[in-house]
């Protein structure tokens, strides 16, 4: 989903969650608008796109929301538009996002081709971001001038990760299979419906960006959609004649239909066209993205994606999330008890185990269990926190501190979960669709 800049309509001033005042709407697009935004506090401006929930559950949009808060949430760069926070009523749900005031690159490039050292300064930014992407596993799938914006200072922002994979979509070839992104800028094999790798689609898409932002037009054309697919799949296209040498060499790497043989974005970044003056936001995100993501500061906040994923009626999954046991790590619920009977639930789990497990508390919003006895990874340590999402509704988080994973899930599966099950709080929606 793309937010089109529109008319700045009047919107009656409103103040959300006692945080946001509510401005001017900017725009709108299929499932969601996008209002101008005030922080109460800070007097920050953002952008504050805002879903109606009942709207995307109608049409099965949930998971893809979701995967967007979450997408979000792991990717944060300086040519990625940053997610401040996210908010939920019973109807909306409220996307508090940077403010991006340049417009779409789209509308530069609907003006006239760029001179090569302005294409190719977005177009390392592109690379930047993207690259960071796939380093954590994520791909956009839907790259194209309109989701690329520009904010004051004509640095390049990604947006719209609505189509977006996370490397955990991969069947068990290694590929993804799902068929999305816009035709004119989607890679041949994405078409096949063979399967495909996230990463190298969206290298293809990169060149299909880079193709345009330097001719002022696409390089696959045509008003039949079957001939236009044709052309992708045979990478029939012409470089125009004001090409430089380097640019159409890196292009035809690029648009390669080969995804085995097209280029990747290490090799783009070493390419001669790439490496002409590299702008200091891209040597800045490269300096960040070697900070690994243990190694950032962490805060005992909420972070967006649990309060979404436990916003009341929106959350249609049982509140403890099934993933592959083998790799799950925590469990998160959502509980309208207070935080002692939490506490001292966890402790009865603790002595009922056989004396397994020492128990320490750290204030009245966490506990650790200790494993007394040495397993196939040392002792199991394990470690509850508690946070309160309003006065009379808090978020539990269990983790695997130390020791095996597999013996971790075997005890929050025979242990904690039966012990903690009345105490779980669920969903009307959850409720109502449990058969009696």
């Known amino acids: 989903m793309t937010d089109h800049k529109g008319s700045e309509k009047s919107q009656p001033h409103c103040v959300l969650h006692g945080k946001y005042e509510l401005g001017r709407l900017l725009g709108h697009g299929t499932f969601a608008k996008v209002y101008h935004a005030r922080h109460l506090v800070t007097g920050k401006s953002v952008a504050m796109k805002v879903v109606g929930k009942e709207k995307?559950?109608?049409?099965?949009?949930?998971?893809?929301?979701?995967?967007?808060?979450?997408?979000?949430?792991?990717?944060?760069?300086?040519?990625?538009?940053?997610?401040?926070?996210?908010?939920?009523?019973?109807?909306?749900?409220?996307?508090?996002?940077?403010?991006?005031?340049?417009?779409?690159?789209?509308?530069?490039?609907?003006?006239?081709?760029?001179?090569?050292?302005?294409?190719?300064?977005?177009?390392?930014?592109?690379?930047?971001?993207?690259?960071?992407?796939?380093?954590?596993?994520?791909?956009?799938?839907?790259?194209?001038?309109?989701?690329?914006?520009?904010?004051?200072?004509?640095?390049?922002?990604?947006?719209?990760?609505?189509?977006?994979?996370?490397?955990?979509?991969?069947?068990?070839?290694?590929?993804?299979?799902?068929?999305?992104?816009?035709?004119?800028?989607?890679?041949?094999e994405v078409i096949g419906k063979k399967g495909y790798d996230g990463a190298k689609a969206d290298i293809w898409s990169c060149g299909v960006i880079l193709y345009v932002l330097l001719a002022g037009f696409l390089p696959f054309q045509d008003d039949n959609i079957v001939s236009l697919y044709r052309k992708i799949y045979r990478g029939d296209f012409k470089c125009p004649p004001w090409f430089s040498p380097e640019s159409r060499r890196l292009i035809t790497k690029l648009l390669d239909p080969n995804p085995s043989t097209r280029i990747t974005a290490a090799k783009i970044m070493e390419s001669s066209f790439f490496r002409k003056t590299i702008p200091r936001s891209v040597s800045r995100a490269k300096d960040e993205e070697s900070v690994t993501m243990e190694e950032k500061p962490k805060t005992e906040t909420l972070n967006a994606f649990h309060i979404i994923s436990l916003s009341e009626g929106f959350d249609l999954s049982p509140l403890f999330e099934e993933k592959r046991r083998e790799e799950k790590e925590e469990l998160r619920f959502a509980t309208a008890g207070p935080a002692s009977s939490v506490i001292s639930r966890l402790e009865e789990v603790a002595a009922r185990a056989a004396g397994k497990f020492s128990v320490r508390r750290s204030g009245d919003t966490s506990v650790r269990l200790q494993g007394e006895e040495n397993g196939r990874k040392g002792k199991l340590a394990i470690a509850a926190d508690i946070f309160a999402l309003t006065p009379s509704f808090l978020v539990v988080e269990v983790k695997k501190s130390s020791g095996d994973t597999l013996e971790y899930n075997q005890f929050c599966s025979e242990e904690l979960r039966p012990a903690l099950k009345d105490i779980v709080w669920t969903s009307p929606v959850t409720q109502n669709s449990t058969p009696a």
Request: hydrophobic share 40%.
């Open 56 to 188: 995307v559950m109608k049409v099965g949009m949930t998971e893809q929301v979701k995967r967007e808060i979450s997408v979000m949430k792991m990717v944060q760069h300086p040519n990625i538009v940053e997610l401040h926070e996210v908010m939920a009523s019973k109807t909306k749900i409220y996307f508090a996002m940077e403010l991006v005031r340049g417009g779409e690159l789209f509308s530069k490039v609907a003006m006239g081709r760029l001179r090569e050292d302005a294409a190719r300064n977005y177009f390392q930014q592109l690379i930047s971001a993207v690259d960071f992407c796939h380093s954590r596993g994520v791909y956009h799938r839907d790259l194209k001038p309109e989701n690329l914006l520009l904010d004051d200072d004509g640095n390049l922002k990604v947006t719209d990760f609505g189509l977006s994979a996370f490397a955990d979509h991969l069947r068990q070839d290694g590929l993804l299979h799902t068929t999305c992104g816009t035709p004119a800028y989607v890679a041949p």
